[in-house]
């Protein structure tokens, strides 16, 4: 049987460890400038943020006509006159200051009309957040926006399109092309742009 001898547990960091390094020294950071705070690291989602998200994530169930109800056994649950008879589980929030939200959960198959919340997953970090099932309009997504711009432009592209249209049927020098219209004629192309060869030094 073999025996461990105790060594003293050594701070990274202090004098006594850094007397076990050899001439190594602990640097002397004392005459260096402090870091800007717009360089510190912050927290990105404060638990205000957190609480004002589910606050109104809430609002907006009731402005949705949700009603909480309870059972014989005291135990909550939710329901809306759209989905006459059914019932729907609570998902519980507490709030930093100690209060508790409550939420109704419907999964999304079982919610055409978007009234309530689902619990998922967000990308690429692991962690659940309630959402609402609310629909979002195609014309409010990044897509649906370019598109709107798009056929803006098109839009009055095509209406100055018609007010040259309307100008070349009183004035013969108003020219306006179609996907006919031939890029060069072939009978005045040699005499509107001569080769460099006819050109005499």
């Not at 717009?38 to 949700?66: A, C, H």
């Not at 930093?96 to 309530?116: C, Y």
Request: aromatic share 12%; proline share 7%; charged share 25%.
């Amino acid at each position: 049987m073999t025996s461990t001898v105790a060594h003293p547990r050594l701070i990274v960091g202090t004098d006594a460890y850094f007397a076990t390094q050899g001439s190594q020294a602990p640097h002397d950071f004392s005459n260096y400038d402090p870091v800007p705070q717009k360089f510190m690291p912050i927290k990105v989602n404060t638990d205000n943020e957190r609480d004002g998200y589910y606050q109104s994530l809430q609002q907006k169930m009731m402005d949705f006509g949700w009603r909480l109800n309870v059972d014989k056994n005291d135990n909550p649950y939710f329901t809306h006159p759209t989905y006459d008879g059914n019932t729907f589980s609570v998902y519980n929030y507490e709030l930093s200051n100690g209060q508790e939200i409550m939420l109704p959960l419907v999964e999304r198959a079982d919610d055409p009309k978007g009234l309530g919340c689902t619990v998922v997953q967000t990308s690429g970090t692991g962690h659940f957040q309630v959402e609402t099932n609310e629909w979002e309009s195609y014309w409010d997504s990044r897509s649906g926006k370019r598109k709107a711009n798009q056929l803006t432009y098109q839009d009055k592209r095509q209406k100055k399109r018609d007010e040259y249209i309307e100008m070349a049927k009183t004035d013969p020098s108003v020219k306006v092309w179609s996907k006919d219209t031939p890029r060069c004629d072939p009978i005045t192309w040699k005499y509107n742009n001569p080769s460099p060869q006819n050109f005499e030094y």
